[in-house]
């Protein structure tokens, strides 16, 4: 299968333990629930973009015990083709779900961190077709696969997530699209108030199409000096995690099978407000025919 979008990002096996509250500096908290399973924003990505419809190979590592992983990502429609078994253990992350559906991640990077520039240079080239490379923030190397792909000429999106200072190092004007959370983009900008975010994200990216997700209040979309908002339906949460992640893959599946910016971002909202609604991060992403519905 010839893949539109090259998706290089991490696959995390996710602990999710529900809570009664996230858990205090110096408390001891029981867990009312634990469950195991895929996740990992990269992957994440991966799977809404193909529930999305569109193709998507994912470039990753993980443990060789965790072939099940691979097997679920490829069960999806994900191509897994550039995904490496490996010796070293898998990214994993201990996720916190209280009552009200917020959450609070840690990670350990692991298989993650360990990509070798050779392993960019071939997905590149087996992917030579890709018009579109997505990038998260939990793997290693994002720089030289940010200037490999510039020089095969093939579109960037970012979605710096989770936030860290060397994302400000990363030449952000040359970025097709860079999708940030409220948090993130106070974090690249300086800037807490929404308008001023704007301006401020409109100079740091003049050419760059900037999208803002805001949770339960829809998202922005800054493209060629233009706001766009969009209202996400009101809805019961159920768990916020992975939602971000859906709304990204959507957004990006849109922009690549050709839909203008407007549908995308509102297609992109709803499958968001759908993920909410559900526990976990893959099993919680739609299908296509159920946003469309
Ligand atoms: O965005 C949610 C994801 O963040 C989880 O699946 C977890 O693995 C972390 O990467």
Redesign the pocket.
């Known amino acids: 299968m010839k893949s539109k979008i090259i998706n290089f990002g991490?696959i995390?096996?996710?602990h999710v333990y529900r809570v009664p509250h996230l858990v205090k500096p110096g408390e001891t908290l029981s867990s009312l629930d634990l469950v195991t399973g895929?996740?990992?924003?990269?992957?994440?990505q991966s799977v809404a973009i193909a529930r999305a419809g569109v193709s998507v190979a994912h470039v990753g590592r993980v443990f060789k015990g965790d072939r099940w992983a691979v097997e679920l990502l490829a069960s999806t429609g994900v191509d897994t083709d550039n995904i490496a078994l490996i010796e070293g253990a898998s990214?994993?992350?201990i996720?916190q779900v209280d009552d009200q559906g917020e959450?609070a991640?840690v990670?350990h990077g692991g298989a993650n961190q360990s990509f070798s520039i050779a392993d960019i240079e071939s997905a590149l080239n087996h992917n030579q077709q890709a018009r579109y490379l997505l990038m998260?923030n939990?793997t290693n190397l994002l720089a030289e696969a940010f200037e490999l792909a510039q020089e095969k000429g093939i579109k960037i999106v970012l979605n710096p997530?989770?936030m860290t200072d060397n994302i400000k190092d990363l030449p952000l004007a040359k970025l097709d699209t860079l999708i940030v959370n409220r948090g993130e983009a106070e974090a690249l900008c300086g800037a807490a108030d929404i308008d001023q975010m704007t301006q401020q994200m409109a100079a740091l990216a003049p050419q760059t199409r900037v999208v803002v997700t805001l949770g339960g209040d829809g998202a922005m979309l800054l493209a060629n000096g233009e706001v766009t908002h969009m209202n996400s339906p009101s809805v019961d949460v159920v768990d916020t995690?992975?939602?971000?992640?859906t709304f990204v893959g959507y957004f990006l599946a849109g922009v690549a099978e050709g839909m203008n910016d407007h549908d995308a971002l509102q297609r992109a909202c709803l499958a968001g407000s759908i993920a909410v609604t559900r526990q976990g991060?893959?099993k919680a992403i739609p299908d296509r025919s159920e946003v469309n519905r």
Do not use: F, M, R, V
């Open positions: 991490s995390n096996i996710d895929l996740g990992g924003k990269g992957a994440n990214g994993h992350a996720i959450n991640i990670l998260q939990e997530a989770p995690t992975g939602a971000g992640d991060a893959i």
